[in-house]
């Protein structure tokens, strides 16, 4: 079984910064893609950027070059680095695991990131 912990969520300034954390556990993955998604109220679920266990990265336009995703393997974790927040960042953040040669996708439980003043 696998569980996807995110962390670092929170209220910030707009401008601000914050730094997600998704820890992952249980059963191991050599070959994988893996990604933050957010969702807003009244809104649907959207791809905010992915990493692959290769390190090939892809970001949503709207976080290009606001927004580093990264992965330390060693500690299984899975970093979003958000820099100059915007009140429209505003969502939930859930963290997404996607093995490959196995369907199922996992989500962690999704944390709050709140931008305002």
């Known amino acids: 079984q696998v569980q996807l912990v995110e962390s670092g969520g929170g209220l910030v300034q707009p401008g601000g910064s914050l730094r997600l954390s998704c820890a992952a556990s249980g059963s191991i993955f050599r070959n994988y893609a893996m990604g933050w998604y957010r969702q807003a109220p009244g809104k649907q679920r959207e791809l905010v950027a992915t990493i692959t266990s290769a390190g090939r990265t892809n970001y949503a336009d709207s976080v290009k070059g606001r927004f580093t995703i990264s992965g330390d393997d060693a500690k299984n974790t899975v970093y979003l680095q958000m820099n100059s927040l915007k009140p429209e960042d505003t969502a939930v953040y859930y963290c997404?695991?996607?093995?490959?040669?196995?369907?199922?996708?996992?989500w962690g439980q999704g944390t709050q990131v709140t931008v305002s003043s």
């Open positions: 997404h695991l996607n093995p490959y040669y196995v369907r199922y996708e996992y």
